[in-house]
């Protein structure tokens, strides 16, 4: 064992005793909170791979069986109207004739699905056939929609992988298997209101200083800057943006190797490490086994001089220039579109919104929004994320570029019941289907797309896809990687890890203190974070090989 392994084993800081010393922020949920009334991100894929990752796997090539049966679609989803479903219905069946397509939408409440879902894999007979597997992506049994890449789509003709961007695609679980498809991207960055700003002689900021010069002004003016919450925004987006600028060198660990079970020869034989290369993580395998076994052996350390840094530059935004309830709101969207704030934490899903919003808005979405006064009408704009300058970064800002819903996901029964739920998701996931969903969300005024296409021979109708025309994709940080020091895998340990970075906002620690604290309690709780995530420590141990092999 080498000197920094036993020190590092020294200051393990166990999940109980990191409890203790918290007090009474270890008891409190600070995620507890109301589900946003303007439409909410995709919650992260965890653990997400960059790419697709097809020589992984053996691709079929076989036709899809039209055996008659029942396809019973589950997604996470509120007040979905009749029209998509019932046009999506009627042209599914002229191809699968025999195959009865049953809509069930749970009644739950915001945020209740993963629990939902959990309950329904769990029992002994699973009802749901096609689930958002994202808000339950620990479940071992989904089908690997990358066996099924190169099968001939029957409602097309094409290899599936020829109807969809499928490199595009996220949604990988920890044994590198694509659990989930989905049809659309988003971007997130910070929209501003262009009169507020004109008013201080303020221009978007380009670099963190800048940014905090404009938050001074705004508050020197009168005004709050920003809405931006501490759900998803500011401890997953901005935590993945700015860890990515530190650690973006990472990859030479995290990536495949010769020889591992997921390398990929003309991919990863090719690889050149260009930090400056805004979509590098695009470019290589993600290898989790390897992440893992970097934390183990030492290699990759959270007590150092990036990551107090990094600390250090978020503890001097939030919370003081965010709102006064920054720890507990979960809509960051009303405060700006009431001009309570002159800027908001947002991304693509939100320019239709507030293109419409501006134009028109109805005593019925005042109500959704909780707004009881009606919205004056303010020119806006947005800004990329600003990067942090210091001496220790490595590679500027990137965005978090996600995926939002449908999110599509299998649940593996029997081969009978693969084929005809693989042939709705693959009529989903195509231009006959989704160009379908849109058309009934059109009909049904519910019409509001989060982001650009990744189906491919379709396009929005104009007005919309002149929006995406305009976007600028920046590369996204959004790896498990760079998320993992706010989440830890999730569940209890992300409420501790997020309790923990609330800590450094407040100034209760200091920034040095905290990259102690955060490397003693991943060490302290290694094994149990290893578990969560279903890998063994032999996995670990052994990162060529395939886990559980």
């Not at 988003?186 to 900021?205: C, K, L, M, R």
Request: aromatic share 12%.
């Amino acid at each position: 064992m080498t000197e920094q392994q036993q020190t590092s084993r020294s200051q393990q800081l166990s999940r109980r005793t990191f409890l203790q010393m918290s007090g009474t922020l270890a008891g409190s949920t600070l995620l507890a909170a109301c589900a946003p009334s303007s439409p909410a991100p995709a919650p992260t894929v965890a653990p997400a791979a960059p790419a697709a990752n097809a020589g992984a796997v053996t691709a079929t090539e076989a036709p899809i069986a039209k055996a008659p049966g029942e396809v019973v679609v589950s997604l996470n989803g509120e007040n979905i109207p009749e029209e998509p479903m019932n046009l999506m219905s009627e042209a599914f069946q002229k191809t699968f004739p025999d195959v009865e397509v049953v809509w069930e939408f749970p009644n739950l409440g915001a945020g209740d699905y993963p629990q939902w879902l959990g309950t329904q894999v769990a029992a002994g007979d699973i009802r749901p056939d096609v689930v958002s597997g994202n808000y339950l992506s620990t479940y071992n049994g989904y089908v690997n929609l990358d066996q099924y890449r190169k099968t001939v789509n029957p409602f097309t003709g094409n290899p599936w992988d020829q109807d969809l961007q499928w490199d595009a695609l996220r949604g990988k679980n920890a044994k590198g298997e694509r659990i989930m498809v989905h049809m659309r991207s988003v971007h997130t960055y910070w929209f501003y209101n262009q009169e507020i700003f004109d008013q201080i002689s303020a221009a978007p900021p380009t670099t963190w200083e800048e940014f905090l010069s404009v938050n001074d002004a705004l508050i020197t003016a009168g005004h709050t800057p920003m809405s931006i919450n501490y759900i998803w925004q500011a401890p997953q987006w901005l935590a993945e943006i700015y860890f990515d600028q530190y650690h973006v060198d990472w990859v030479e660990v995290v990536r495949a190797q010769s020889g591992d079970w997921n390398y990929e020869p003309d991919k990863d034989g090719v690889f050149k490490f260009d930090p400056k290369d805004p979509f590098i993580h695009e470019k290589y395998t993600y290898n989790i086994q390897r992440f893992f076994n970097g934390i183990l052996e030492g290699t990759l350390r959270f007590d150092t001089a990036e990551v107090a840094d990094l600390a250090n530059n978020m503890a001097k935004m939030f919370p003081e220039y965010a709102t006064e309830d920054f720890f507990v709101i979960s809509d960051a969207y009303a405060p700006f579109l009431q001009q309570q704030t002159a800027i908001m934490s947002n991304g693509t899903w939100s320019i239709p919104t507030m293109i419409h919003d501006m134009e028109s808005i109805s005593p019925e979405r005042l109500e959704q929004l909780k707004i009881e006064t009606d919205i004056t009408p303010f020119a806006w704009s947005t800004f990329e994320n600003p990067s942090m300058m210091t001496s220790l970064v490595k590679t500027s800002a990137k965005a978090v570029e996600s995926a939002p819903g449908p999110y599509l996901s299998i649940i593996n029964k029997n081969q009978e019941q693969v084929d005809r739920s693989l042939a709705f998701v693959m009529f989903f996931s195509s231009a006959p289907g989704f160009s379908l969903w849109n058309q009934g969300l059109q009909d049904a005024q519910e019409f509001s797309p989060a982001g650009p296409l990744l189906v491919n021979n379709m396009q929005d109708p104009p007005e919309i896809q002149e929006l995406w025309d305009q976007l600028t994709f920046t590369g996204n940080a959004e790896t498990n990687y760079n998320g993992f020091w706010t989440s830890g895998g999730g569940g209890d340990f992300q409420t501790d890890l997020r309790n923990l970075f609330k800590n450094v906002l407040e100034e209760s620690i200091t920034p040095d203190e905290y990259a102690t604290q955060l490397q003693a309690y991943i060490t302290g709780n290694f094994e149990d974070i290893v578990k969560r995530i279903n890998l063994s420590m032999d996995d670990i141990r052994n990162p060529a090989r395939e886990p559980g092999a």
